[in-house]
């Protein structure tokens, strides 16, 4: 699976942006997704995950009740919806997958259990 994330832009305190990630490969559509993110200086950390039957999702306490994600599979395409953004939120955010996994349901926020990655896209927040 190769992956391809866009949508990263500079905007306002309070404003929002859509990220995409478009993949190739036939098994993203049974392979659970994430997005991540790095801030300049700081560690990868997990923002979001969906399983590829969409039904389990899980968030990271910083991002919730702000930022959505989603994934249309017939598409080969994961979203991440980022709306309120904070000045915290400016960091490098990468899409990654698992392999195909057994499970509809299955998920995970361990960076380490993803086996690709994105080149990810740059989102810088203004206060």
């Known amino acids: 699976v190769q992956l391809q994330a866009s949508g990263g832009g500079l905007v306002q305190a309070g404003g929002s942006l859509r990220l995409s990630c478009a993949a190739s490969?036939?098994?993203?559509?049974?392979?659970?997704v994430g997005w991540f993110r790095q801030g300049r200086g700081k560690e990868r950390e997990f923002v979001a995950a969906?399983?590829?039957?969409?039904?389990?999702?899980r968030y990271a306490d910083s991002v919730k009740g702000r930022f959505t994600i989603s994934r249309d599979n017939a598409e080969n395409t994961m979203y991440l919806q980022m709306n309120i953004l904070k000045p915290e939120d400016t960091a490098v955010y990468l899409c990654?997958?698992?392999?195909?996994?057994?499970?509809?349901?299955?998920?995970?926020?361990?960076?380490?259990?993803?086996?690709?990655w994105g080149q990810g896209t740059q989102v810088t927040v203004s206060s």
């Open positions: 990654a997958a698992k392999k195909a996994a057994l499970s509809p349901n299955a998920i995970t926020s361990d960076q380490a259990a993803y086996d690709y």
């Open positions: 490969g036939r098994s993203f559509s049974t392979s659970s």
């Open positions: 969906i399983s590829w039957s969409g039904s389990t999702i």
